[in-house]
């Protein structure tokens, strides 16, 4: 199965930060990666798709970017609305694998 | 507007059997894949199962595989998830999700509020 290692687990910042959240798959997968924001007692949300394509009606401060393996979701300017968990998820390969998750909680 | 609405979930004894159903509308179901996905008490997401269109082509994580059998019925816009030989570890939070209209899938933004299952004596 597929690794997908995440990091930081927990991040503090403060609103109007720039945050970067990363992901690295055990082998390629391509450009086969999603990024999802979750927020308790909620279904996940799609932000990202195929690793840098932002998903319908996601604020542009959302982005995705890949270098081999390594995957990354970076929020330009942290809003109140972004403190949640996020999950990157491959689909290249079954079974399709979740990493473990990073909360970004408030400084 | 795209609605799935999960259904079935509760508390069952270890060994028991429990069949979640989710049932779509807003889209024409039989165009899609459809996912479940699991998230047990405080802990991260786990992808379970998947289905083609056709119900043809079926995908599961390797802890469900010989218990839990997802299908379809596209005449009634409804996918299911039927979990037998329950265990303690099965206990979450199972979504259902929309997958890709293609020939392959892919977690698409469009997911159900979730139906709580709980293996327990």
């Known amino acids: 199965d597929i690794q997908m290692t995440q990091s930081p687990s927990t991040l503090s910042a403060s609103v109007g930060d720039r945050v970067t959240i990363t992901c690295r798959a055990s082998?390629?997968?391509?450009?086969?990666l999603t990024w999802f924001q979750q927020k308790p007692g909620q279904a996940p949300k799609l932000l990202i798709y195929e690793a840098s394509r932002l998903q319908s009606g996601v604020p542009s401060r959302f982005s995705g970017s890949r270098s081999g393996t390594e995957f990354t979701l970076t929020i330009s300017s942290l809003q109140p609305d972004d403190f949640a968990t996020y999950y990157c998820q491959q689909y290249n390969f079954y079974p399709w694998t979740f990493g473990q998750g990073t909360k970004v909680e408030v400084k | 507007e795209v609605q799935l609405v999960e259904s079935g979930g509760g508390l069952v004894q270890p060994g028991g059997s429990l069949r979640l159903s989710c049932a779509a509308s807003?889209?024409?179901?039989?165009?899609?894949?459809m996912t479940w996905v699991r998230q047990a008490p405080g802990k991260g997401l786990e992808w379970v199962a998947d289905?083609?269109?056709?119900?043809?082509?079926?995908h599961y994580v390797d802890s469900v595989k010989g218990r839990f059998t997802i299908s379809r019925d596209n005449a009634k816009n409804s996918v299911y998830l039927q979990m037998n030989s329950l265990r303690g570890e099965d206990t979450a939070v199972y979504y259902c999700?929309?997958?890709?209209?293609?020939?392959?899938?892919?977690?698409?933004?469009?997911w159900g509020q979730g139906t709580l299952v709980t293996v327990s004596s």
């Open positions: 289905i083609k269109q056709d119900g043809s082509e079926k």
């Open positions: 807003g889209i024409t179901f039989v165009g899609y894949w």
């Open positions: 999700a929309l997958g890709g209209s293609g020939s392959g899938s892919y977690l698409s933004g469009y």
């Open positions: 082998q390629s997968i391509s450009y086969w």
